[in-house]
Nanobody
Framework: QVQLVESGGGLVQPGGSLRLSCAAS????????MGWYRQAPGKQRELVAR???????NYADSLKGRFTISRDNAKNTVALQMISLKAEDTAVYYC?????????WGQGTQVTVSS
C-alpha cells in the first residue's frame, strides 16, 4: 500500500503562483511513476503532469511552460509548481502514483484562481 498526502492548495489571484506538494509513504519502492491530475466541476479528471522514476516528464500540452513537476527522492515527495495561473486552472488537484499492479490517489487539494 502507498499513501499520498497533498498540500499547498488554496486561493490565488489570476497571474499568481502556487506550489503543490505530495508526500508518499508506504511501499514506495514499487512506484514507477507519480503525477498530478485535476478535476474541475462538471469535467472529467485530466492529466496535468507526471514524472517517471528515470525523471522523464510528461505534461498536458495546454499547460507546458506554466506548470513544472519535480521530485525529491530523499523526502519521497513530488511537487507541482504552477505559475501564471488562470481562472480555468481552478480544480481539485490529485496526486497519483502507480506501481505495476496498483494505482493510488491522494485525497485531493483545492486550487481556486479568482480575484
Amino acid at each position: 500500500q502507498v499513501q499520498l498526502v497533498e498540500s499547498g492548495g488554496g486561493l490565488v489571484q489570476p497571474g499568481g503562483s502556487l506550489r503543490l506538494s505530495c508526500a508518499a509513504s508506504g511501499s514506495i519502492g514499487s512506484i514507477y511513476v507519480m503525477g498530478w491530475y485535476r478535476q474541475a466541476p462538471g469535467k472529467q479528471r485530466e492529466l496535468v503532469a507526471r514524472i517517471y522514476s528515470d525523471d522523464t516528464t510528461n505534461y498536458a500540452d495546454s499547460l507546458k511552460g506554466r506548470f513544472t513537476i519535480s521530485r525529491d527522492n530523499a523526502k519521497n515527495t513530488v511537487a507541482l509548481q504552477m505559475i501564471s495561473l488562470k481562472a480555468e486552472d481552478t480544480a481539485v488537484y490529485y496526486c497519483n502514483a502507480r506501481s505495476r499492479e496498483y494505482t493510488y490517489w491522494g485525497q485531493g487539494t483545492q486550487v481556486t484562481v479568482s480575484s
